[in-house]
T-cell receptor, first 114, second 116 residues
């Protein structure tokens, strides 16, 4: 079975631009979570979607948005990019989105804003 | 508020030494889960263990062992006879119940360097 797939793997954008990151969960998993990991720090929770509904949102500005599609894949959008948005963006796939079944992470998308 | 503290920023040992990574957590939830993940240079977070708050038994998996002590709010991770392949950043994480059971709260990570 394929694991969690994220695309693209690397991305360079200019300040003020918009970016879309994509995630395909493990087959059968209905929940996708997004995390931001700044270099040298632990991941920070951004969003979780379960059954195409937003279940939770972390402390991130409205420039960050996401959605989940009927096939359970997900997109994370970031508008008006700032230098501080440079980070590794990780997607986590889960059966139900809670700790009961754990989380499987993708390899991430490394975003550099210049 | 929930919090995870990994006080050791970086640890460097020589291969075959034993090493313990510390994790201290804070939560007011009575039901919660604790996790350890490994992050190699490739960036992917690799799941190592999940432990619920009602199970204080220590666990051993090969060269890895975990010591969960609710009395001190700690969930420490020991690698016995370390190997160069163990070099990575290790994260401890917490998932609570109630409103926050859908997210992981992470420590800052401990970078482990195993020298040959």
């Amino acid at each position: 079975d394929a694991g969690v797939t994220q695309s693209p793997t690397h991305l360079i954008k200019t300040r003020g631009q918009q970016v879309t990151l994509r995630c395909s969960p493990i087959s059968g998993h209905k929940s996708v979570s997004w995390y931001q990991q700044v270099l040298g720090q632990g991941p920070q929770f951004i969003f979780q979607y379960y059954e195409k509904e937003e279940r939770g949102r972390g402390n991130f500005p409205d420039r960050f948005s996401a959605r989940q599609f009927p096939n359970y894949s997900s997109e994370l959008n970031v508008n008006a990019l700032l230098l501080g948005d440079s980070a590794l963006y990780l997607c986590a796939s889960s059966l139900t989105g809670t700790h009961n079944y754990g989380y499987t992470f993708g390899s991430g998308t490394r975003l550099t804003v210049v | 508020a929930q919090k995870v503290t990994q006080a050791q920023t970086e640890i460097s040992v020589v291969e075959k030494e034993d090493v313990t990574l510390d994790c201290v957590y804070e939560t007011r939830d009575t039901t919660y889960y604790l996790f350890w993940y490994k992050q190699p240079p490739s960036g992917e977070l690799v799941f190592l263990i999940r432990r619920n708050s009602f199970d204080e038994q220590n666990e051993i998996s090969g060269r890895y062992s975990w010591n969960f002590q609710k009395s001190t709010s700690s969930f420490n991770f020991t690698i016995t006879a370390s190997q160069v392949v163990d070099s990575a950043v290790y994260f401890c994480a917490l998932s609570g119940s109630m409103d926050s059971n859908y997210q992981l709260i992470w420590g800052a990570g401990t970078k482990l360097i195993i020298k040959p």
